[in-house]
């Protein structure tokens, strides 16, 4: 059975660094993406970041550029999301989803291309 697990998710003020991990049983990373998505109240989930070791490459929504940075540890059947000099805006419920694909364009962008979801994980940037 495939799961997802993303924790890490807290409380920081503006400026501040949190690191997300997703720990993924039930299947190998190969031939796998993984994305990152997030959720603020009365907002629709929008991707945030992705990373695919078949085609190894990550990608990154414009609004985080600079500041995330996604990686993986293949070992520990883990992904993670670190994230630099949050901003309020960022405030979010985070997931972590993960499908059989190799993302081509924007194609990592569409939760819908994502067949297995984790629970969100908090994140509250305070100003």
């Known amino acids: 059975e495939v799961q997802l697990q993303a924790f890490g998710g807290g409380l920081v003020q503006a400026g501040g660094s949190l690191r997300l991990s997703c720990a993924a049983s039930?299947?190998?990373?190969?031939?796998?993406?993984i994305g990152w998505f997030r959720q603020a109240p009365g907002k629709e989930r929008e991707g945030v970041s992705c990373?695919?070791?078949?085609?190894?490459?990550?990608y990154y929504a414009d609004s985080v550029k600079g500041r995330f940075t996604i990686s993986s540890d293949n070992r520990k059947n883990t992904v993670y999301l670190q994230m630099n000099s949050l901003k309020p805006e960022d405030t979010a419920d985070y997931y972590c989803?993960?499908?059989?694909?190799?993302?081509?364009?924007?194609?990592?962008?569409?939760?819908?291309?994502?067949?297995?979801w984790g629970q969100g994980t908090e994140v509250t940037v305070s100003s």
């Open positions: 989803a993960a499908a059989p694909f190799s993302p081509r364009g924007s194609s990592w962008y569409v939760a819908g291309m994502y067949d297995y």
């Open positions: 039930g299947f190998t990373f190969d031939g796998y993406a």
């Open positions: 990373i695919s070791s078949s085609v190894g490459r990550t």
